[in-house]
Protein backbone atom coordinates (compact mmCIF):
# COMPACT_ATOMS: atom_id res chain seq x y z
CA UNK A 1 0.00 0.00 0.00
CA UNK A 2 1.59 3.36 -0.85
CA UNK A 3 0.12 6.73 -0.08
CA UNK A 4 -0.07 9.72 -2.19
CA UNK A 5 1.39 12.95 -0.09
CA UNK A 6 -0.53 15.97 -2.02
CA UNK A 7 1.31 18.99 -3.38
CA UNK A 8 -1.91 20.56 -3.91
CA UNK A 9 -2.69 22.39 -0.81
CA UNK A 10 -1.51 22.65 1.96
CA UNK A 11 -1.32 19.86 4.69
CA UNK A 12 -0.18 18.71 8.12
CA UNK A 13 1.58 15.33 9.17
CA UNK A 14 1.28 14.82 13.14
CA UNK A 15 3.56 11.70 13.03
CA UNK A 16 5.12 9.42 15.12
CA UNK A 17 8.04 7.94 15.01
CA UNK A 18 10.62 5.41 16.52
CA UNK A 19 13.88 3.87 17.06
CA UNK A 20 14.70 1.07 15.47
CA UNK A 21 14.60 -0.78 18.36
CA UNK A 22 11.05 0.56 18.75
CA UNK A 23 11.80 1.53 22.68
CA UNK A 24 11.36 5.30 22.14
CA UNK A 25 8.62 7.27 20.39
CA UNK A 26 8.49 11.00 19.54
CA UNK A 27 5.41 12.70 18.33
CA UNK A 28 5.89 15.49 15.82
CA UNK A 29 4.07 17.73 13.58
CA UNK A 30 5.29 18.98 9.73
CA UNK A 31 3.87 20.09 6.57
CA UNK A 32 6.81 18.24 4.57
CA UNK A 33 6.84 14.49 5.81
CA UNK A 34 9.11 13.07 3.37
CA UNK A 35 11.85 16.06 4.29
CA UNK A 36 10.80 15.83 8.26
CA UNK A 37 11.53 12.15 8.33
CA UNK A 38 15.00 12.51 6.17
CA UNK A 39 16.35 14.92 8.75
CA UNK A 40 15.42 12.66 11.18
CA UNK A 41 17.05 9.31 9.44
CA UNK A 42 20.32 11.31 8.97
CA UNK A 43 20.40 13.28 12.19
CA UNK A 44 20.97 16.52 10.51
CA UNK A 45 19.11 18.05 13.72
CA UNK A 46 20.43 18.03 16.71
CA UNK A 47 18.43 17.33 19.85
CA UNK A 48 16.18 14.56 20.85
CA UNK A 49 15.37 12.55 17.83
CA UNK A 50 18.91 12.47 16.88
CA UNK A 51 20.32 11.43 20.09
CA UNK A 52 17.85 8.80 20.21
CA UNK A 53 18.18 7.53 16.60
CA UNK A 54 14.38 7.89 15.81
CA UNK A 55 14.57 7.58 12.20
CA UNK A 56 11.65 5.10 12.03
CA UNK A 57 8.02 6.61 10.74
CA UNK A 58 5.56 4.37 12.31
CA UNK A 59 2.41 6.48 11.96
CA UNK A 60 0.75 9.20 10.50
CA UNK A 61 -2.67 11.43 10.02
CA UNK A 62 -3.08 14.24 7.47
CA UNK A 63 -4.76 17.37 8.64
CA UNK A 64 -5.68 20.49 6.12
CA UNK A 65 -6.24 23.03 8.82
CA UNK A 66 -3.01 23.86 10.81
CA UNK A 67 -5.00 24.32 14.61
CA UNK A 68 -6.28 21.01 13.87
CA UNK A 69 -2.80 19.35 13.52
CA UNK A 70 -1.04 21.33 16.16
CA UNK A 71 -4.19 20.50 18.82
CA UNK A 72 -4.38 16.50 17.94
CA UNK A 73 -0.51 16.70 17.90
CA UNK A 74 -0.39 17.78 21.29
CA UNK A 75 -3.61 14.89 22.34
CA UNK A 76 -1.11 12.30 21.57
CA UNK A 77 1.58 13.53 22.83
CA UNK A 78 -0.40 13.33 26.55
CA UNK A 79 -1.30 10.02 25.47
CA UNK A 80 -0.18 7.05 27.50
CA UNK A 81 3.06 5.06 25.76
CA UNK A 82 0.02 2.25 25.62
CA UNK A 83 -1.77 4.29 24.15
CA UNK A 84 0.14 5.52 21.29
CA UNK A 85 1.37 1.86 20.80
CA UNK A 86 -2.56 0.58 20.39
CA UNK A 87 -2.94 3.94 17.84
CA UNK A 88 -0.20 2.61 16.09
CA UNK A 89 -1.01 -0.85 16.10
CA UNK A 90 -4.67 0.02 14.22
CA UNK A 91 -2.43 1.56 10.87
CA UNK A 92 0.67 -0.37 10.91
CA UNK A 93 0.52 -4.17 12.52
CA UNK A 94 3.97 -4.99 11.94
CA UNK A 95 5.43 -1.64 13.45
CA UNK A 96 7.17 -1.65 10.04
CA UNK A 97 8.76 1.76 8.83
CA UNK A 98 6.30 3.77 7.36
CA UNK A 99 8.68 5.81 4.98
CA UNK A 100 9.78 3.76 1.91
CA UNK A 101 6.16 3.76 1.09
CA UNK A 102 5.40 6.98 0.89
CA UNK A 103 5.53 8.59 -2.74
CA UNK A 104 5.33 11.82 -4.01
CA UNK A 105 3.50 13.45 -7.26
Request: charged share 30%.
Amino acid sequence: MKWQLSKMGKQYYIYIASNKNDSVFYTGITNDLIRRMSEHKNKTIPGFTARYSIGKLLYFEICNDPNTAIAREKQIKDYRREKKLELILKQNPGMNDLFGKLTEE
